[in-house]
């Protein structure tokens, strides 16, 4: 499966880009997708997943502001971030889990957020 994360780039404060997740495969063929993201000198953290049966979860820092969707037909999963923070600045990574338990990541994308 390959994964192509766009959308990222130098964003002010408060502004609202939308990432993008391109699949290669069917998006039926995966049991979750999600965003995660690592900013500089951190761990890689959850952002958002889409689960199949479960349904949504966002971390505690970003509920309310981003919001993870995706559009079945273009097999593509998006994250709109709405009200950014310079501590949002991080590379965002689209990640999908299969039927089978097996997990593969996108490339990643880098999000500055900066006046």
């Known amino acids: 499966v390959q994964l192509q994360a766009s959308g990222g780039g130098l964003v002010q404060p408060g502004g609202s880009p939308r990432l993008s997740c391109v699949t290669s495969?069917?998006?039926?063929?995966?049991?979750?997708m999600g965003w995660y993201r690592q900013a500089p000198g951190k761990q890689r953290e959850l952002v958002a997943t889409?689960?199949?049966?479960?349904?949504?979860n966002y971390a505690d820092s970003v509920k309310g502001r981003f919001t993870v969707s995706r559009d079945n037909p273009k097999n593509t999963m998006y994250l709109q971030m709405n009200s950014l923070k310079p501590e949002d600045t991080a590379v965002y990574y689209c990640r999908v889990d299969d039927l089978y338990g097996f997990q593969y990541w996108g490339q990643g994308t880098l999000v500055t957020v900066s006046s």
């Open positions: 889409i689960t199949s049966g479960v349904g949504i």
């Open positions: 495969r069917t998006i039926y063929s995966f049991n979750s």
